[in-house]
């Protein structure tokens, strides 16, 4: 019961960190049109060293027309979520480089929020997480660049 209501505060959270940081976000519409997004499967490293196997990623970003969305999450079935929004992109049709925060964290329980840096190549591959907090993870990935 405890986790549940862990995921629900943390969709609060992320919720109003998505009002309170919106102005951060707008800076992602510098392009008429952009989207990246990517669902994968991998493993991530806790700051104590723990790792957690079979956890699943997605990340969207989108613009069009100065309307922007850009989330990440991560999944696994026993611990919870952890995730949160992204607040600047470099990308092009090869590579991207996605950094944000992580405004929650029910997978390894580290402090939140923290600065974190996605990045990879765009088409099948591995998308790397950093985390300010200690996080790591490694997914294998088809990402969408477009």
């Known amino acids: 019961m405890e986790k549940s209501n862990g ?21 992602i519409s510098f392009a008429e ?10 493993n ?5 060293g723990e790792e957690i196997k079979n956890v699943r990623i997605n990340f969207i970003v989108s613009s069009d027309k100065g309307t922007s969305f ?4 991560i999944d696994h079935e026993k ?4 995730g949160g929004i992204i607040t600047s992109i470099q990308a092009s049709s090869e590579s991207f480089s996605l950094k944000g925060f992580e405004a929650f964290d029910n997978i390894c329980d ?5 600065d974190i840096k996605l990045s990879g190549h ?11 907090n200690g996080n790591k993870g490694t997914f294998t990935s088809n990402v969408k660049c477009g």
């Open 79 to 82: 611990f919870g979520s952890t």
């Open 110 to 114: 580290n402090e939140t929020p923290s």
């Open 44 to 48: 991530v490293s806790c700051q104590g």
């Open 70 to 73: 850009a989330e990440w999450n």
């Open 122 to 132: 765009c088409g099948p591959g591995t998308v790397k997480l950093v985390s300010d």
């Open 7 to 27: 995921i629900k505060i943390g969709m609060i959270v992320a919720t109003f960190s998505l009002l309170f940081c919106s102005s951060v976000i707008i800076q």
């Open 33 to 42: 049109e952009i989207e990246l997004k990517s669902v994968g499967k991998g």
